[in-house]
């Protein structure tokens, strides 16, 4: 790239000096790589060109490269010879005709504070005017660029920078390769403010003068650290305690819910199956009084005749009862009594009641139920002779206005 791009976000205010390029693939991968570690620092490199447009001096940042193989050393991060090593085959694969033109180091919970150990290893592995340093805290959504200034004697923030969109094929082609999907983004605990430097003396060592020493604040960078990792678990402990509650209780409350739903449709069945019971006594006690088969028998006292009292075979004159001539239907089926039957006048017969004489049929009538039915006639359960003798198959099946068959 020999001219500055055209379609581009700016981010910060742009001042004298080098002007600072980031292509976009770049700026995501190192945010998503960044969250990726949580509340661990992480480290990686910066790939692209230094050039010299119009006279002005301007850094392409067109690739990034994971800091492998790194290793901790009183409470930092550092790069290895193993580190290069890897750096340069990915360069030699990926990002062929670019160099290193420098290194990102997160430091979550910090801001982007520039302490005195990183800014010494910037000077002794980064020594070129174009290499620059990336930090990045992730908690906090910040970031800054610190470069040299003109001397090299110390390194200064960058106002701004510029992001700049372009087809990047090398830094897709190695995202894929080298995943770094963010982990999820934690709460930034309370941390200690660390006082700004001193910048009385452009000399390196009085630049990052601190009042408080390298010691010191490692020391409390690593308790701070400690205590947020302990409150994150604590956290996620107690979330996950109330998930499980939470879905104890529903269970529980689906399980007294259907309990609830059942008893509600059993009373539902036992309130109309009383319903029918006593539609179906209403209608059979209607029935008996319509029908004269369910009252007693009609007697009339017949004294014999003159004539009769001469005949040798004559009965003597003695009171005996008569059926009454008037013939009587049940469900339709004409019942005739006994014609000039006589009985003798003690005792007199007992009366006919409608548990003792049952018909043949019976016309089922609206609200009636074969248990109804049933235990008014016979005083006892005969569904099943009911269902055999009228073919049918289930007790629940009758109609209003069919004429049944009694066993």
Same mark, same amino acid.
């Given at each position: 790239?020999?001219?500055?791009?055209?379609?581009?976000?700016?981010?910060?205010?742009?001042?004298?000096?080098?002007?600072?390029? &980031?292509?976009?693939?770049?700026?995501?991968?190192?945010? =998503?790589?960044?969250?990726?570690?949580?509340?661990? /620092?992480?480290?990686?490199?910066?790939?692209?060109?230094?050039?010299?447009?119009?006279?002005?001096?301007?850094?392409?940042?067109?690739?990034?490269?994971?800091?492998?193989?790194?290793?901790?050393?009183?409470?930092?991060?550092?790069?290895?010879?193993?580190?290069?090593?890897?750096?340069?085959?990915?360069?030699?694969?990926?990002?062929?005709?670019?160099?290193?033109?420098?290194?990102?180091?997160?430091?979550?919970?910090?801001?982007?504070?520039?302490?005195?150990?990183?800014?010494?290893?910037?000077?002794?592995?980064?020594?070129?005017?174009?290499?620059?340093?990336?930090?990045?805290?992730?908690?906090?959504?910040?970031?800054?660029?610190?470069?040299?200034?003109?001397?090299?004697?110390?390194?200064?923030?960058?106002?701004?920078?510029?992001?700049?969109?372009?087809?990047?094929?090398?830094?897709?082609?190695?995202?894929?390769?080298?995943?770094?999907?963010?982990?999820?983004?934690?709460?930034?605990?309370?941390?200690?403010?660390?006082?700004?430097? /001193? =910048?009385?003396?452009?000399?390196?060592?009085?630049?990052?003068?601190?009042?408080?020493?390298? /010691?010191?604040?490692?020391?409390?960078?690593?308790?701070?650290?400690?205590?947020?990792?302990?409150?994150?678990?604590?956290?996620?402990?107690?979330?996950?305690?109330?998930?499980?509650?939470?879905? &104890?209780?529903?269970? &529980?409350?689906?399980?007294?819910?259907?309990?609830?739903?059942?008893?509600?449709?059993?009373?539902?069945?036992?309130?109309? =199956?009383?319903?029918?019971?006593?539609?179906?006594?209403?209608?059979?006690?209607?029935?008996?009084?319509?029908?004269?088969?369910?009252?007693?028998?009609?007697?009339?006292?017949?004294?014999?005749?003159?004539?009769?009292?001469?005949?040798?075979?004559?009965?003597?004159?003695?009171?005996?009862?008569?059926?009454?001539?008037?013939?009587? /239907?049940?469900?339709?089926?004409?019942?005739?009594?006994?014609?000039?039957?006589?009985?003798?006048?003690?005792?007199?017969?007992?009366?006919?009641?409608?548990?003792?004489?049952?018909?043949?049929?019976?016309?089922?009538?609206?609200?009636?139920?074969?248990?109804?039915?049933?235990?008014?006639?016979?005083?006892?359960?005969?569904?099943?002779?009911?269902?055999?003798?009228?073919?049918?198959?289930?007790?629940?099946?009758?109609?209003?206005?069919?004429?049944?068959?009694?066993?």
């Amino acid at each position: 790239m020999n001219s500055l791009p055209t379609n581009v976000k700016q981010i910060g205010s742009i001042g004298e000096g080098m002007r600072i390029y &980031v292509e976009d693939y770049v700026c995501t991968y190192l945010n =998503q790589y960044a969250q990726a570690g949580g509340y661990d /620092e992480r480290l990686a490199l910066l790939v692209g060109r230094y050039l010299l447009i119009d006279g002005q001096a301007v850094l392409f940042i067109n690739g990034a490269i994971q800091g492998r193989y790194t290793e901790e050393r009183d409470g930092r991060l550092y790069f290895t010879d193993k580190s290069r090593t890897y750096s340069e085959s990915i360069l030699s694969e990926f990002f062929e005709g670019s160099e290193i033109v420098g290194w990102m180091q997160s430091q979550p919970g910090y801001g982007i504070f520039l302490n005195q150990q990183y800014a010494t290893h910037h000077f002794k592995d980064f020594p070129k005017i174009n290499q620059v340093m990336f930090v990045v805290d992730p908690l906090e959504g910040l970031n800054a660029f610190y470069s040299y200034n003109d001397d090299r004697s110390s390194l200064l923030e960058n106002r701004g920078y510029f992001i700049y969109y372009e087809k990047n094929t090398s830094m897709h082609e190695y995202m894929l390769r080298n995943n770094a999907e963010p982990a999820a983004k934690p709460k930034p605990a309370a941390f200690i403010e660390t006082p700004k430097f /001193e =910048q009385a003396d452009p000399t390196v060592e009085s630049f990052y003068n601190l009042k408080e020493s390298p /010691e010191e604040i490692i020391r409390k960078r690593q308790e701070q650290r400690a205590i947020k990792k302990a409150t994150t678990k604590d956290n996620r402990r107690t979330l996950n305690l109330l998930v499980s509650m939470s879905a &104890v209780l529903f269970i &529980v409350c689906f399980i007294l819910g259907a309990g609830l739903m059942q008893s509600h449709d059993r009373i539902e069945s036992m309130e109309f =199956q009383i319903f029918q019971l006593n539609t179906a006594y209403r209608n059979l006690n209607n029935q008996m009084a319509a029908n004269p088969v369910f009252a007693p028998a009609v007697a009339t006292p017949v004294t014999a005749s003159a004539n009769e009292e001469e005949r040798e075979d004559a009965i003597p004159a003695e009171t005996v009862y008569e059926e009454a001539e008037t013939g009587l /239907e049940i469900s339709g089926i004409p019942v005739h009594p006994p014609v000039n039957e006589q009985v003798a006048p003690s005792p007199p017969p007992p009366p006919v009641t409608a548990a003792s004489i049952i018909p043949e049929s019976y016309i089922i009538q609206s609200g009636d139920s074969l248990s109804a039915i049933s235990m008014y006639f016979y005083g006892e359960d005969r569904i099943d002779d009911i269902l055999a003798l009228n073919g049918l198959e289930n007790a629940d099946m009758i109609i209003a206005g069919r004429t049944i068959l009694l066993p």
